[in-house]
């Protein structure tokens, strides 16, 4: 049976109606007003996202639409966005877009199947690598006419792939025909989004203004959203002299993240005592993806799973919370935290059949023990860690010789870098590095500027690096991304820890054809404990509340969605508060 739709969505069916008028977490009747200038770090020297070649600059993806956009008070539905209503058969063997008749480019040219075609074989051909493993599943795509496109999948089960593709942003191929897409470009590219590129200079500002006769500005996903005439990005060295700047005035809104700046920084500073600032924490329900420093398995010496367990121990989360993160933050235990997805106590149930298919093949502490990381008392004093770590280095033939930590076979000495981006985590591996020394091991901290960090990171080039894996909670074609085998070999791919696991792959595989939301759910938490028990990542912490300082010119709906704040997306400037601000 084929059906037409306005919505796609995995299981179940769609919250909103066919005639809804617009997403229950945004404002309808927000002005469409002011300005919003925000801060971004390093520098940029490309204004196409889609490749890997260049830093690209903050916010250039708010020049494009996709075919369909994402609920956020929803698992995972979408939207038609650029397109008007979708068919699909049960089987959900291909799927079918009807774009919005009045969907137009910048420079008033229709959007056509064509652009749809144009963009999908030259996002997986010439795109950064995550196109070609996200659209892996797409057999052919052909126009029925010129507002018509139909995705013809692969054979096989994968229920995801109507959205994934739904997921598509669409790109100009009149624009782009005699222009080289693959290499860097200063021109500021055709769009068909809420926005358009107003003014920039590289590596310092770049300037985005909203597009007055925008095609899509009442059709019911963008209803309330999109709220801002402006949106500048001020770009600066490093976080230190942002925070300055944000604090002189300089951009609005500044994320604090930070425990150390959301706890100190802001102390006694008056325009928060006089309201002319705001410093708010939102609570949340977000699913938490893994955060922590991930461990380049690429890398020879970080190829044993005992060695990378035993380096866990050197990390006191205990100590760190308490005097570092303020006791702010909560540790990270899951790659699917604060959520049904993830993995607790031992498997039962459909998980553990599941698991059981695999045993031999994974560690046998996934069916025996419950993963948590290792823990201290929190007075800092880390020796029975240190003595675990020890014995597991021992197992592994790693023991101190002349007071360095030698592999016993290959006389390999264990030294090795903590890369960071940026400062922020330096005061947290300070201790580490100390624990490390007690054990032998020579490691060191280097902070690089954001360029060369995302150029390095893109090449698997580096030791150790902090990560985090953003999820949601209908996992499923977006993790052969992070841990297939595939993806650990391309460059550019979300896989840091370069996992290459063949149970992994078969897992990502169920996990995408899952026929139903229980038997997604057990595949998930089968995942989630074999790369736990794979001590990929020491495991970092997480935040149960949106922490951000804001000059008082900007208003938001209380409560956020479900799956994100919606910054600043459906947030919008107050002239009430704007003025009063100016005035003071």
């Known amino acids: 049976m084929v ?49 890997l070649k260049g830093v690209a600059a903050a ?75 996200f659209y892996a599943d797409v057999d052919t ?39 080289d897409f693959g290499a860097t470009t200063l021109e500021p590219p055709l769009g068909s989004g809420p926005y358009k590129i107003a003014d920039f200079e590289p590596g310092r500002s770049i300037t985005y203004e909203r597009v007055e006769e925008y095609w899509g500005r009442d059709i019911p996903v963008h209803k309330g959203r999109h709220n801002f005439d402006v949106i500048r990005y001020e770009y600066y060295r490093d976080r230190n002299v942002a925070i300055e700047a944000f604090k002189a005035g300089e951009y609005d809104y500044r994320s604090l993240g930070n425990s150390k700046e959301w706890a100190t920084d802001y102390e006694g500073f008056t325009p928060i005592a006089e309201g002319r600032m705001v410093k708010e924490a939102i609570p949340h329900q977000l699913i938490r993806g893994m955060s922590g420093f991930a461990f380049n398995t690429r890398r020879k010496k970080f190829k044993d799973r005992r060695v990378r367990r035993a380096l866990a121990y050197a990390y006191d989360f205990e100590w760190t919370n308490k005097q570092l993160f303020y006791g702010l933050f909560d540790r990270s235990r899951s790659y699917w935290g604060n959520a049904a997805l ?80 940026s400062s922020t985590h330096e005061r947290v591996l300070g201790p580490v590095v100390q624990n490390l020394e007690r054990l032998g091991i020579a490691a060191t901290v280097r902070t690089v500027d954001a360029a060369q960090y995302q150029h390095r990171v893109k090449d698997f080039d580096y030791d150790i690096i902090s990560a985090s894996w953003r999820q949601t909670l209908s996992p499923g074609n977006e993790q052969r991304n992070f841990w297939s085998s595939k993806a650990s070999q391309s460059h550019g791919s979300r896989n840091y820890a370069g996992v290459s696991d063949p149970v992994v792959d078969e897992l990502i595989e169920r996990q995408i054809a899952a026929p139903d939301r229980e038997t997604q759910v057990a595949i998930t938490r089968a995942l989630d404990r074999v790369l736990l028990w794979g001590h990929y ?21 209380p409560k956020p969605a479900r799956n994100g704040l919606g910054f600043p997306d459906t947030w919008w400037w107050d002239a009430d508060k704007a003025a009063r601000l100016k005035s003071q």
Not at 143 to 149: C, L, S, W
Request: proline letters at 6%; charged letters at 20%; one cysteine or more.
């Open 3 to 51: 059906y037409r739709t306005h919505a796609l969505t995995l299981y179940g069916d769609p919250k909103y109606p066919a005639d809804f008028t617009h997403f229950d977490y945004v404002n309808p009747d927000a002005p469409k007003a002011g300005q919003i200038r925000l801060a971004a770090i390093g520098t940029y020297d490309n204004l196409n996202p889609f490749i």
């Open 537 to 557: 990542v020491i495991p970092g912490s997480h935040s149960s509340a949106y922490r951000m300082a804001y000059w008082n010119k900007f208003s938001h709906l």
């Open 141 to 179: 795509v052909f126009a029925i006419d010129e507002r018509r496109v139909k995705f013809q999948f692969k054979e096989g089960t994968n229920r995801e792939m109507p959205l994934i593709v739904g997921q598509l942003r669409i790109l100009p191929a009149h624009y782009w025909q005699d222009r």
């Open 342 to 421: 993830g993995s607790a106590g031992l498997p039962v149930g459909r998980e553990l059949e599941i698991l059981e298919e695999y045993r031999g093949r994974i560690p046998e502490e996934v069916f025996t023990t419950e993963y948590i990381p290792p823990t201290t008392d929190g007075s800092g004093q880390n020796r029975t860690n240190l003595r675990s770590a020890k014995k597991l280095l021992a197992e592994a033939g790693w023991s101190v010789v002349n007071g360095a930590l030698t592999h016993a076979e290959t006389g390999e000495v264990m030294r090795f870098e903590f890369l960071l981006g």
């Open 59 to 133: 916010g250039s993806l708010l020049l494009y639409n996709r075919l369909c956009t994402k609920s956020k008070d929803e698992p995972f539905t979408e939207y038609g966005q650029l397109a008007q209503s979708m068919q699909m058969p049960s089987d959900r063997s291909w799927v079918i877009f009807e774009l919005h008749p009045e969907a137009r480019w910048h420079d008033g040219v229709p959007v056509s199947a064509a652009d749809v075609i144009f963009s999908f074989k030259t996002l997986t051909t010439q795109g950064i690598p995550f196109f070609r493993t």
